[in-house]
Antibody
C-alpha cells in the first residue's frame, strides 16, 4: 500500500517561500495512471486543492494560487515538491500530499493521503 | 468553480442510527465526479466514495451514496462508534477540485 509523508519547515516568514516535499513509499511516482497532489486545510478556507503533478512534470494548479505555486517531481528520489511564494498569514494551514487516482473516467481524485504537516506563516 | 454546500453542519445521532448527509452543488457536477471523504481529528481525510456511489477499497457497505446533477447524499445505515467524524463532499470533474464545508456527525 502506498504511503506518503510530508516534510519541510513548520514556520515560514511572511513574503517568503513555503517549500514542502512529499516522500512516497510502497509505490513509484513514475507509475501511471496517478497524479500527485497537494491539498491544504486552513482554519477559514477549509480543504483547498492546490494542484496536481504527473511524473512527466505536467501540472495543473488551482487558478486561485497559480501565480504563486510551483510543483516538481524527482523520480530518482521518489518524491514530489511544492513551492508557494509570497506567503501571508492566510497561507497558514495543514498541508497534505496525496496520490490522485483516475479510477474510471477522465478525472482524478486523491485516494491516499499523507498525515499532513502544519505550516504557520508568522514573523 | 463548483461551490459545494453541505447540510446539516452538525448531525447529532446515537450509535445504531441512520445518518443522511447532503451535498448540493452550485452547478451540475460533470459525469457525477463527486467523492466523499471522512476525517477524524488529527488525521488526513480518507476516501470513502468516488464516482458518486462507488465505495473505495476497504469501505464497509454500511456507507452508501447517491445523487446526480446538483444533489448528492451520503448515507450511513447504522452508525458505528468509529463513524463519528467530519464528512466532506468533493467535486473532481474539472479544475479546480473543490470541497464542501463538511458535516460533523457527533454522538448524541
Amino acid at each position: 500500500q502506498v504511503q506518503l509523508q510530508e516534510s519541510g519547515p513548520g514556520l515560514v516568514k511572511p513574503s517568503q517561500t513555503l517549500s514542502l516535499t512529499c516522500s512516497v513509499s510502497g509505490g513509484s511516482v513514475s507509475t501511471g495512471p496517478y497524479y500527485w497532489s497537494w491539498i491544504r486545510q486552513g482554519p477559514t478556507r477549509g480543504l483547498e486543492w492546490i494542484g496536481f503533478i504527473y511524473h512527466s512534470g505536467s501540472t495543473y494548479y488551482n487558478p486561485s494560487l497559480q501565480s504563486r505555486v510551483s510543483m516538481s517531481v524527482d523520480t530518482s528520489q521518489n518524491q514530489f515538491s511544492l513551492r508557494l511564494n509570497s506567503v501571508t498569514a492566510a497561507d497558514t494551514a495543514v498541508y497534505y500530499c496525496a496520490r490522485a487516482n483516475r479510477f474510471s473516467g477522465t478525472y482524478y481524485t486523491p485516494d491516499y493521503w499523507g498525515p499532513g504537516t502544519l505550516v504557520t506563516v508568522s514573523s | 468553480e463548483v461551490v459545494l454546500t453541505q447540510s446539516p453542519g452538525t448531525l447529532s445521532l446515537s450509535p445504531g442510527e441512520r445518518a443522511t448527509l447532503s451535498c448540493r452543488a452550485s452547478q451540475s457536477v460533470r459525469s457525477n465526479f463527486l467523492a466523499w471523504y471522512q476525517q477524524k481529528p488529527g488525521q488526513a481525510p480518507r476516501l470513502l466514495i468516488y464516482g458518486t456511489s462507488t465505495r473505495a477499497t476497504g469501505i464497509p457497505d454500511r456507507f452508501s451514496a447517491s445523487g446526480s446533477g446538483t444533489d448528492f447524499t451520503l448515507t450511513i445505515s447504522r452508525l458505528e462508534p468509529e463513524d463519528f467524524a467530519v464528512y466532506y463532499c468533493q467535486h473532481y470533474g474539472g479544475s479546480p477540485l473543490t470541497f464542501g464545508g463538511g458535516t460533523k456527525v457527533e454522538i448524541k
